[in-house]
């Protein structure tokens, strides 16, 4: 059951049996959309932690600038485990190959299918 709902510009977000669930709503992340979906996920989490199923699966692109700000300490706050849905083979490729590179301070996994990251997510609760 969904607990809480937030509606903003960048993100949808809600909280489900002790795991955040965000949905990306637009296509393209440069640095400035990167920055407000952190804002707006630590503003409705009030800086706790969580483990975030994130729905990535709109975005098409994904700048560098963003890729690098998205790797530093501020936007890691408040993660316990990110499963990121990606609806493409590509883009899974793409990501795993960024996590690989940036190695996160948490533990991050790519997924097609959202009940798998779900279940992946429980052990971080």
Known sequence: MKENYYNGNILELWLEEGILH??????KVDLQTAKM??????????EKSY???TDYSKVKDTTKE???????????KGIKA?????DSSVGKVIYNFFIALNKPDYP??????????????????
């Open 51 to 53: 483990p975030v199923l």
């Open 37 to 46: 979906a952190t804002q707006e996920r630590l503003s409705f989490t009030l």
């Open 108 to 125: 991050m996994q790519v997924f097609n299918d959202p009940l798998q990251a779900k279940e992946w997510l429980k052990k971080y609760r």
């Open 22 to 27: 965000g949905i990306y709503k637009v296509d």
């Open 66 to 76: 963003a890729r690098d700000y998205l790797s530093t300490e501020e936007p890691s």
């Open 82 to 86: 990110i499963a990121l849905i990606i």
